[in-house]
């Protein structure tokens, strides 16, 4: 809806274009420090006015990043117990979700493969990566500690509605700020030297 009324108004911007401004921290007063010689990427605050607030920046790109996830959700059942993997296996060669799905062979036998549609280029036998992963996945031992402890962590993680866990976001966002503004400022770095 933005980026049509701003075409009317003859501003082109393409999705990507409006999604890294919504995003950009400068409009809160905030300025990027690019990781550089062995330091971290820094957001420090800026000697600039914040034209928006911290806590609307924070709101908009959790929208933002809601709407990205239900994207970029496998389109796909990935129930199928023949295509386990679907959505799960990565591409080798571009990065690319593999997916899955059915092919016939000349004799009409029935097979099913890995394959991405990305890139098209790796395409494997679902019942033998299959076959591995079960494999891997049994040869996993894990201690009784191990398990309690993932156990609550999984219980921990599951209490409480969606709101909860989202209000338990936003308030850990903003502890992150809160601790990103006691950073030493560049200018009185500077100054300092």
């Known amino acids: 809806m933005v980026i049509s009324e701003l075409s009317v108004k003859g501003l082109k911007l393409s999705t990507a274009t409006v999604s890294d401004l919504l ?5 809160m007063g905030k300025i990027v420090m690019p990781a550089k010689e062995g330091k971290p990427l820094q957001i420090i605050e800026g ?6 607030s911290a806590e609307l920046c924070l ?13 970029c959700r496998n389109k796909y059942n990935t129930a199928k117990n023949e295509l386990f993997l679907r ?7 571009c990065g690319g979700h593999i997916t899955g799905s059915r092919s016939k062979s000349g004799g009409g036998s029935r097979y099913n493969y890995y394959h991405c ?3 098209g280029n790796e395409r494997f036998r679902a019942d033998f990566a299959n076959q591995r992963v079960s494999e891997i996945l049994s040869s996993l031992i894990f201690k009784k500690e191990i398990k309690v402890l993932y156990s609550e962590m999984l219980k921990e993680m599951m ?6 866990r989202k ?3 936003v308030k850990l966002k903003h502890e992150l ?7 030493p400022k560049p200018r009185t770095c500077l100054l300092k030297e």
């Open 167 to 169: 209000r338990k976001v």
């Open 59 to 71: 709101k908009v790109n959790q929208i933002l990043t809601e709407n990205h996830s239900k994207k």
């Open 117 to 119: 549609n990305h890139c």
């Open 47 to 52: 000697v600039h006015e914040a034209i928006i």
């Open 23 to 27: 995003r950009n921290p400068m409009y």
């Open 159 to 164: 209490t409480g509605s969606q709101d909860d």
């Open 87 to 93: 959505g799960i296996l990565i591409c080798s060669r």
């Open 177 to 183: 700020e809160m601790l990103e503004s006691k950073l």
